[in-house]
């Protein structure tokens, strides 16, 4: 829901962003510049992935953070290319993107072992954080997926538990596009997307959105612009993912998206926060 109407006190239209950096847990080069941007007050939280070995060591670095810096920490839920939690002796890593997109909207099987998986994730990040999250979203937006969905509608009385029930990130919207070539890719998480905002609400779950954030990490100049566009055009309290980092030899063996989270990294501290704080942005 556009709340454009809002203005700052100096009558300017109040644009500020749900702004979330997705990834943290991915390296500790990545971990250590989202830990840097919550405590300068540039980003309302941030997605962790649990996966990884390190993950109880900055998990333990974020708790050490104040209070209102912890309040948006969220569930990064990951399905794509990494070894499981879940793993046996014979595992590798999972699936790409591709590949479990066609297992997903095939029909295939494995729901009960992803569910498995995301049920560990989700362990992974209660035990360390001694919490539930405060949001969910997926690495390569697999929360849109619908074997996922089906979790989410049968974990909802466990998450619940966990303290207050999660908010979901959105599908997003061609409108934040500014380009022909972005709104090509926007229309795939779009239609990967299709429906998980309705059916999420009617479950009970807040979702917020819409969903920005989207450039062409092989360009990593382009994204200053994206960010003046969406400060220019973007709408009150939608959501804006982005992935800052220092890079390290573990993300460069992990991840292609290195020089992008440097660029990244380096505007959001030099700018004047656009983000919501976490308390305003509920």
């Known amino acids: 829901m556009s709340l454009g109407g809002r203005r700052l006190p100096d009558g300017t239209p109040d644009r500020r962003f749900v702004l979330v950096a997705d990834d943290y847990g991915l390296s500790p080069g990545v971990s250590r510049a989202i830990r840097e941007l919550l405590i300068a007050g540039k980003l309302t939280g941030t997605g962790c992935m649990t996966l990884f070995p390190e993950w109880p060591e900055e998990?333990?670095?974020?708790?050490?953070?104040?209070?209102?810096?912890?309040?948006?920490?969220?569930?990064?839920?990951?399905?794509?290319d990494f070894r499981p939690l879940t793993a046996g002796p014979d595992t590798v890593a999972m699936p790409p993107l591709k590949q479990r997109l066609l297992a997903a909207f095939g029909g295939q099987g494995e729901e009960s072992a992803i569910h498995a998986e995301l049920d560990e994730q989700l362990a992974a990040f209660v035990a360390a954080m001694g919490h539930g999250p405060a949001y969910i979203d997926g690495h390569q937006h697999v929360h849109f997926l619908p074997v996922v969905r089906r979790w989410f509608l049968s974990r909802k009385a466990h998450l619940q538990s966990l303290g207050s029930l999660p908010w979901l990130r959105g599908a997003p919207s061609l409108t934040f596009a500014p380009t022909l070539t972005l709104r090509a890719k926007v229309a795939i998480v779009a239609l990967m997307a299709r429906g998980f905002d309705r059916q999420m609400r009617a479950a009970g779950y807040p979702v917020k959105g819409p969903l920005a954030g989207f450039y062409d990490w092989l360009q990593p100049q382009a994204f200053p612009p994206l960010m003046n566009f969406l400060k220019e055009r973007g709408q009150h309290g939608m959501v804006v993912m982005c992935h800052p980092g220092h890079g390290d030899a573990l993300l460069q063996a992990r991840d292609p998206l290195v020089a992008a989270r440097a660029v990244e990294f380096a505007e959001l501290m030099g700018r004047d926060s656009m983000a919501m704080r976490a308390r305003d942005a509920a």
């Open 59 to 80: 998990a333990e670095k974020l708790l050490e953070l104040a209070p209102s810096d912890r309040t948006s920490i969220g569930l990064h839920l990951t399905l794509t």
